[in-house]
Every structure is written in C-alpha cells, then in structure tokens.
C-alpha cells in the first residue's frame, strides 16, 4: 500500500511540473508573437514627425489661426537707416559734369569766334551778347552745323527703342537693362490704384503676397486680378509659420491650390518667406538649421514640381537672417534679401534686393517695400 501511494504521488507530481512546463512555453510562445509583431510595426512610425508633434503643432496653429496675421512681428536685428542710393548720386553727379563740360565747350568756340574776328578787324569790338545773338542767327556756322549733328545722332526713334534689351514699364517706359524697380504689396497697403501705378510708376512689376500659412491675403484676389487686367509683370511670395515638415506640407500644398485656382503666372518667381515670427504659443526661434533645411527643402521641391520648373520658386529672407539662422542648403535657395541700407552685404548670389520699406510709389498711399531686380 505505501508503494502504491508513493507511485501515484510520483505520478500526480510529474503531470503538474509538465502542464506547468507547458502553460510557460505557450506563455513564451504568445509574447513571442507580440514582440515579432511591435518589431514589424513600430519602425514604421515616426513619433516626432506624426504624432506629438504634429498634434501640438496643428492644436497650437488653430489656436492663434485668426490672430497669426496681428502676430507677424520682423525682427531684423542688422537694418540701419536707408540712405539715398550711392550710384544714383553718382549719376546725378556726372550728369551736373557733363553739363558743366558741354558749357564750357561753348564757352570756349565763342572765344575763338571772337580771336578770330578781333584779328580780321581789330577796329570792330564785339560784345559777348552781340555774338551770342550773331551765332544763333547764322544758321550757317561751323558751330551751329556741329550741334545739330550731335543732337540728330542722339535722338532714339521708337523702332531702335524697341530693339533695346532691358525692362520696360507697364506704360512702356524704358527702364534700363538692370537693377530696375519692383514693388512687392499685401492687404497692408489697402486699396491700390493699379491704373495709377501702371501709367505713372518707374516700377518694373510686383510681387504680390498669396497669404501666409494656408490663409490667402485678403487683398490678393482683387490684387492679381487688377495686375491681369493691366498686364503688370508679377510673382507671388507666401509668409511660412512652419516648424515641422508637416507644417511645410500644409504650406506647400496650399500654394500649388491657390496657382491652380487663379491661374497663376508668375513670371517673376514664387518666393517662401522665411523669417524670424512669434505667435502666442510659437516662435521661429524654435527652429534648428537643419530643420529649415528640411522645411525649405520639401516646399521648393513641392512647387516646383507642380509647377513643372516653369517658375524659379526660391526663398526670400532678411540679410543677417539668412546668414545667421538658415542651414546651407536652405541659404542656397535665397535668391531675394532684405537689408534697408546703401549697398547689401549678402554674402551669397541673389537677384533682387530690398533696399527699403519706406518707398513712395503712386497708386499707393503710405510705405510700401521696394526692390532692385538685377
């Protein structure tokens, strides 16, 4: 009896370690699974870029969406005041010496006239009036003869005007063959007078604001319409709030809809704005160099592939923050800088430049931004 009891005892004790031994490898077995399962997944997810971030991004936008425009405060830590342009001074300059020289020449073919005419008949004097009227009435001197060659070699008739390369305004004025003027304007300059502008301005052509973030600018309709209607050369800029690739997408994304939607032709570029912000809950300080590396990157390829590199789409940005706060690859897409002074000390290429934000231009009432386009 006591080997059978210590037999069935062997027996019980063996049965529960086995389905002990069992219940752990099926355990082993179902963690096994959800790990492989995690593993598969989780890569896949950046938690950065589209989760966190983006929630706290899109929440903080929506947040501050109807106050963002009151919110754009520039801050342009290197302007000093502008000064009259340098190389229009010394235009005016050598225009006052030509003139001066021009008189002086006169001045001196009088004189000779009357050392000639003294030694002819020293009995005769000549007032310096008296000449000058006896000039003007001999239509056949060799002085007389000499000006009006130089002045029928000077004249341009419209077909040679037409041939000349370079800008011209929208009245047709010809404007040169570089650094001539554009304008750029949003709902801050109100109303404009676009026939004004077009007939009376030395202007080239403007660059008009599409909005900022995914909101349009409140004047731009009207703005694109009357540029249309009177055939004023134009491009686009749009003022970015992005922090995150997500936020770039959205900016991106509502670009490529608004050329769609009025038909956009923006001959003189479509340009990003990066610059420095702060909104309630955000600010442009956040953002690394790589991150507006990533930013600029994604916007510029975006547009200019719906596009079809039609269009240069480059960035616009203020001078020492393009050198300061930009990453290398988003400051090789500058092509458009602000500094209000008498020459830009950008250290890179670039094709316009704003030189001031107090320019007076007809058709609009108060400052408005002006620009050389080379």
């Known amino acids: 009896m006591k080997k059978i009891f210590i037999l069935l005892f062997t027996v019980i004790l063996f049965t529960g370690c086995s389905n002990k031994k069992e219940q752990k490898e099926d355990t082993n077995a179902s963690y096994d699974v959800k790990k492989d399962y995690y593993v598969s997944v989780v890569p896949i997810v950046n938690h950065d870029d589209y989760n966190n971030v983006q929630k706290q991004v899109v929440y903080n936008y929506e947040e501050v969406k109807e106050d ?13 005041p502008f000064v009259e342009d340098e190389v229009a001074i010394i235009k005016e300059n050598k225009e006052v010496d030509d003139t001066l020289d021009i008189k002086e020449s006169e001045k001196q073919v ?13 009995s005769i004097l000549v007032s310096e009036d008296d000449l000058n009227n006896k000039v003007n009435k001999d239509e056949s001197s060799d002085f007389i003869l000499e000006e009006k060659n130089d ?7 419209n077909e040679e005007l037409e041939k000349m390369e370079g800008f011209y305004s929208p009245s ?24 004004k502008f077009a007939s009376d301005s030395d202007c080239y052509g403007v660059i008009l604001r599409l909005g900022y973030y995914d909101t349009l600018d409140k004047m731009f309709e009207r703005n694109i319409n009357e540029i249309k209607r009177l055939n004023i050369p134009y491009g686009i800029y749009l003022f970015s709030y992005a922090t995150t690739l997500n936020g770039a997408l959205k900016e991106m994304n509502f670009t490529n809809q ?41 916007f510029i390829n975006g ?23 930009l990453g290398s690859i988003a400051k090789s897409y500058v092509d458009w800088v602000a500094e209000y002074n008498s020459t ?19 058709g609009i009432n108060g400052n408005v931004d002006i620009s050389y386009l080379y």
């Open 303 to 325: 547009v200019s592939n719906y596009v079809s590199y039609k269009y240069k789409v480059k960035v616009y940005s203020g001078r020492w923050y393009a050198m300061n706060r």
């Open 344 to 362: 830009c000390k950008y250290d890179s290429n670039y094709s316009m430049w704003q030189y001031t934000s107090k320019g007076s231009i007809p």
């Open 172 to 195: 047709g004025k010809y404007l040169g063959d570089t650094k001539v003027k554009v304008i750029d304007v949003s709902y801050y300059q109100g109303i404009i007078d676009w026939d």
């Open 151 to 157: 002045i029928k070699e000077e004249v341009i008739t």
């Open 68 to 80: 963002a425009l009151k919110e754009e405060i520039i801050i342009e830590q290197d302007i000093i």
């Open 258 to 298: 608004m050329i769609n939607k009025y038909n956009i032709e923006p001959t003189l570029g479509i340009y990003y704005d990066i610059e420095s912000w702060n909104t309630k809950s955000s600010s442009s300080n956040n953002i690394s160099k790589e991150k507006y590396d990533s930013i600029v990157q994604l």
């Open 110 to 122: 009088a004189n000779e006239t009357v050392n000639t005419e003294e030694k002819e008949d020293t």
